[in-house]
């Protein structure tokens, strides 16, 4: 889900972070647009449109990809001031709108929108959806900026509610699932990829301003702001983080169920996606509170121990 250097798009099912943004001629102008989406080329911890992915669905999903990664570099990477990065966002959000409305594409982001038109129109994607993940992305910017964080877990789960769900249900709607429990299994599989995302990355967003742990939490665990900031593994800490990790795990077991729904070779692209979030959760629990620290993250070998949960599930 994250990569070497993470964000915070989440990497619900069957996508997971971070394409580059396209290339630029010499002149720094933007190429015309690609008849396909740009390519992952990101560390990812699963699986993003892989060849298990139906071949007639991996270049939509790869332009939600693009679309979704490129928003998330805007808001995360390079050096540019908060109020750049909004105005950047607020463009991007305009010529989604732009796009969904029949409009050709804006030079700008060309190689993004491109690909995104011709997917919007060949499948019919909700834009409400798309809209979602940008409104995620504008209200990180804001809190980093004000070093905010999340008052407890309903306004955090109301954040992944924008910033992951909506990929999950994305995917659905590519593969003509519309059952009301199917929905629910992959929001709770989303969230808790985000979530996973979050505990994964603590030792990296934490120094970088953003804080995931809910107040109410660390209040609860009696993990105090000095410590989480200088990312001591106090007692106080490591039961918070496994508290939090404890409610991701849940989250996950619940929507599990979904790899059953899903037709052919997506149902099992998708039981690697739950298995490696999953593994990412025991690595977390195997630190006792390290993560504050160490970034755990998923090696060869862990790959076979997701095969064999994935053929067992």
Not at 54 to 76: G, K, M, S
Not at 214 to 230: E, N
């Amino acid at each position: 889900m994250s990569s070497d250097n993470p964000g915070r798009e989440p990497t619900p099912a069957l996508l997971a972070t971070r394409p580059r943004h396209a290339p630029r001629s010499p002149n720094g102008t933007p190429p015309p647009a690609p008849l396909v989406a740009a390519p992952v080329t990101h560390y990812e911890n699963f699986p993003v449109a892989s060849l298990l992915c139906p071949p007639h669905l991996r270049q939509p999903i790869a332009a939600i990809y693009a679309f979704a990664r490129t928003a998330d570099d805007i808001a995360d990477e390079g050096d540019a001031t908060p109020a750049q990065r909004l105005a950047d966002l607020v463009a991007y959000r305009a010529e989604l709108s732009r796009v969904a409305a029949g409009q050709p594409p804006a030079a700008r982001w060309a190689a993004v929108f491109g690909p995104l038109q011709a997917t919007l129109r060949q499948h019919a994607l909700p834009v409400p959806l798309l809209d979602d993940l940008l409104s995620a992305f504008i209200q990180d910017v804001e809190k980093t900026r004000d070093a905010q964080g999340y008052a407890d877990r309903a306004e955090l789960l109301d954040y992944c509610r924008r910033s992951a769900n909506p990929v999950g249900r994305l995917l659905l709607h590519l593969y003509g699932v519309t059952g009301e429990q199917a929905l629910q299994e992959s929001d709770a599989i989303c969230t808790a990829l985000q979530l996973i995302n979050f505990w994964q990355d603590l030792s990296v967003d934490i120094p970088r301003g953003r804080h995931y742990l809910p107040h109410a939490d660390c209040a609860r665990h009696g993990a105090g702001p000095a410590d989480l900031q200088a990312l001591h593994s106090t007692p106080e800490n490591v039961l918070l983080i496994t508290d939090c990790a404890q409610w991701a795990r849940a989250l996950m077991e619940q929507g599990a169920p979904l790899v059953h729904r899903l037709p052919g070779r997506a149902g099992w692209e998708l039981r690697l996606v739950v298995q490696g979030g999953l593994r990412i959760l025991d690595k977390v629990d195997a630190l006792h509170g390290a993560s504050l620290h160490t970034r755990p993250r998923l090696h060869a070998w862990d790959w076979g121990v997701m095969l064999g949960r994935a053929l067992v599930m």
